[in-house]
């Protein structure tokens, strides 16, 4: 449990209930970083390391910095747990059960199932996870039961669940036989299929924009459009995608809750080229609060091993980013551009050119320029 800013090295803010999901991402990137992960992930008992001082340490300091950004509160609850595996769990556990009271509560439109009409929307749904598309089809044929019908508690639809299974197949022939109204249908947390397709691959997304272009729009019951999930994912190519079938005005700081999260996830998950386009369209995002009261400065500060100048560099590599000249305006011209450039470098020790492979981060390198320059404006008009 940290007290003080002990903390902030490792996540900048400690772990309460409204901030479960920025904070495993935080965390998780401190452990990968420091070797920790696997012994949280899969327990001492699935090291390859067959020391046991070994793993003893690494579960102590695994266990330590889960302690450390902790709340009081929430510390209390794992205390007494001694692995960090167990530890980690039970803040996930705890997590569902925080979030149970929103997840469960009954929807307004539930369709109350019974009887033989139950028994067939149970045969479909595990026909559906089985990837099972000829007795889909043929449960389809044989009853009265509406393709379009609710066939769970979770107010999902043969649509929803064949997403969430990520069976292709099966959603590719739910799409084309469903109207446009029937892919807007929402689940008891107003999620649309193409929500749930957000986390899972660009394929299904890819199917659903083009037969309901109005799908990246909708909102869940939190306020949420589909590329925020997709962005927390992690998924770039998705996000790219769905970044340019969304209307940017939604995006804008002044029409909802969508342009911060967003901005911030792509910070996490190295997407600066989206960053760079949505600073570029909307300054002010720089300064704005997500849910859980981060900002973009604030996610920087604790990735130094993003920029180059926080790096181990030789000095080559320094002097050419040090010098490099960056046009701000490059980066939204072509959202899916080459990360990557070459530049050729005579060697001091040897006479002869070597080509050094300069990355993205000199995109980063830029949007930190450009929120501090912006965060320096608006404390000059304060």
């Known amino acids: 449990m940290a007290t003080n800013g002990a903390s902030d090295t490792i996540v900048p803010f400690l772990l309460e209930r409204d901030k479960y999901e920025h904070w495993t ?37 695994a266990l330590h910095a889960i302690h450390m950004t902790c709340s009081p509160h929430v510390f209390t609850l794992i205390k007494d747990i001694s692995s960090a595996n167990e530890a980690w769990n039970k803040l996930a556990e705890m997590h569902q059960h925080w979030q149970s009271p929103f997840l469960h509560k009954p929807p307004t439109s539930a369709v109350s199932l019974r009887g033989a009409e139950r028994q067939t929307a149970s045969r479909l749904e595990w026909a559906i996870n089985k990837a099972d598309w000829k007795t889909v089809h043929g449960i389809f044929l044989e009853s009265s039961h509406r393709i379009n019908r609710i066939i769970n508690d979770d107010n999902q639809t043969a649509l929803h669940v064949a997403v969430l299974a990520g069976a292709v197949e099966i959603a590719e022939e739910l799409i084309q036989r469903m109207s446009e109204t029937d892919l807007e249908i929402q689940d008891i947390v107003g999620s649309t299929a ?38 927390a994912s992690g998924d770039e190519d998705l996000t790219k995608y769905l970044y340019s079938k969304t209307p940017e005005v939604l995006l804008s700081p002044h029409d909802g809750k969508n342009g911060p999260p967003l901005l911030n996830y792509t ?38 091993s993003a920029f180059f100048s926080g790096s181990g560099l030789g000095f080559w590599q320094r002097l050419i980013y040090h010098c490099i000249k960056i046009n701000k305006h490059s980066f939204s011209n072509d959202i899916s551009s080459s990360n990557d450039v070459q530049i050729p470098v005579t060697c001091q020790n040897q006479n002869e050119e070597k080509n050094i492979k300069v990355q993205v981060f000199f995109g980063l390198r830029a949007l930190g320029l450009m929120l501090l320059k912006f965060s320096g404006m608006l404390l000059q008009l304060n």
């Open 194 to 231: 193409l929500h749930l397709a957000a986390r899972r691959g660009k394929k299904i997304a890819e199917c659903l924009v083009e037969k309901n272009p109005k799908l990246p729009t909708l909102t869940d019951e939190r306020g949420f459009i589909p590329i925020v999930g997709a962005c």
């Open 267 to 304: 910070i996490i998950g190295q997407m600066f080229d989206i960053s760079l386009d949505l600073l570029q369209k909307y300054p002010s995002l720089a300064v704005t609060k997500d849910d859980g009261n981060l900002t973009p400065i604030l996610i920087l500060s604790n990735e130094p």
């Open 25 to 61: 991402i935080f965390l998780k990137n401190y452990l990968l970083a420091q070797d920790l992960w696997d012994v949280v992930e899969k327990g001492t008992d699935a090291l390859l390391s067959s020391d046991k001082v070994d793993q003893t340490k690494k579960n102590a300091a």
